[in-house]
C-alpha cells in the first residue's frame, strides 16, 4: 500500500515548484477549487469530488479530497456509499463505451 502521507508531501513539493514555472494556471485551479459551494453540503462536495477522483484515477485528487472529506466529517460508510456510485457509473461507462466500439467496427467494417 501506498504512504499516502509520503506521496502528499512530495506532491505539494512538485506542486510548489510547478507553480514557479505557471503560477497563472495554479491561480487558475485554486479558483476553481476554493470556489465557494452555495448549494451543496461541504461533506456532500468531497464525497462527490472523491468519486470523481477514483473515476479519473487521480492519486493526487484522492490524498486532497479524503482528507478534506475526513475534515468536514464523513464517514468511512459515506466514503464507501460515495465511492459505490463511481463504480457503478465506471461500468456504465465502460458498457457505453463497448458500444462505441461495436459502433466503430460497423464505421471500419468486420474483417
Known amino acids: 500500500m501506498q504512504d499516502w502521507n509520503e506521496y502528499f508531501g512530495g506532491l505539494m513539493n512538485r506542486a510548489g515548484e510547478f507553480a514557479q514555472f505557471a503560477p497563472q494556471t495554479m491561480r487558475g485551479l485554486n479558483t476553481m477549487g476554493s470556489a465557494p459551494a452555495k448549494h451543496l453540503d461541504p461533506k456532500i462536495h468531497e464525497l462527490i469530488a472523491l468519486s470523481v477522483a477514483v473515476t479519473t484515477r487521480c492519486d493526487g485528487c484522492i490524498a486532497v479530497h479524503v482528507q478534506d472529506a475526513l475534515k468536514h466529517g464523513a464517514t468511512r460508510e459515506e ?33
Open 79 to 111: 466514503i464507501g456509499e460515495a465511492l459505490g456510485v463511481a463504480i457503478a457509473l465506471n461500468a456504465g461507462a465502460a458498457l457505453t463505451y463497448s458500444a462505441r466500439v461495436f459502433d466503430a467496427i460497423g464505421a471500419f467494417g468486420e474483417p
